[in-house]
């Protein structure tokens, strides 16, 4: 975390927010070279997209390249939403040469309507889940220090975040997503584990760059 002032902290955690649900997220067919876990990322999106109901909650929740958010951008859109959507960051693939993502683009420059499942079973699926290389992004630490409520896919997050503490947990077969449904339209919840994850994360110093040199 690049430190900043109290006052910058104060103004995210207050700002009145005009989304309710709000998740960029950049994948595309050759993303599928990150194995399955790579897709949970799209596939939160989807969820939450077929399932909200648009009426009553307020969604910006979009995918691809071409909605991608760089820089203050990407703070100003994060301190604008109640919640942001999640998932750790890594691969269930280890492509130590760089021949399974290289082939995976030739085959889809040769073939455009190529299928997200033939190209894992051509040249992914073999590989996939032999390991397991997640982490916490540095997209977890940026919505905490804007004041904004993680629902996120459950996970390690290198034993930084924990559920219902730091973020509102969300199992990977979305059984629970009536129960995550409620706590979105409870402010106080809502409150209190962005306060908790503000005083864990940013306010105890442990994740700076001094810290981490």
Known sequence: ISEKSKKYYKAAIA????VDIGYRVVW???SIALGR????KL?????FLKKVDKQKFRLDIKTGSKYLIKGKNWNAFLSSCRFVLGAESGSG???FDGSIREAIFREIK???EVTV???YQKYVGR????FALKAISPRHFEAIEEGVCQILYEGDYSGILKPHLHYVPLKKDHSNFEQVMEIIQDERKRRNIVNRAFQDIVASGNYTYEKFV
């Open 43 to 47: 596939r939160i999106a989807k969820l």
């Open 117 to 119: 499942k033939e190209l």
């Open 93 to 95: 693939v280890l492509d």
């Open 110 to 112: 040769r073939n455009p």
């Open 127 to 130: 590989w996939d889940g032999k």
């Open 28 to 30: 595309d067919k050759a």
């Open 15 to 18: 700002k009145r927010r005009t």
């Open 37 to 40: 876990f790579g897709y949970d």
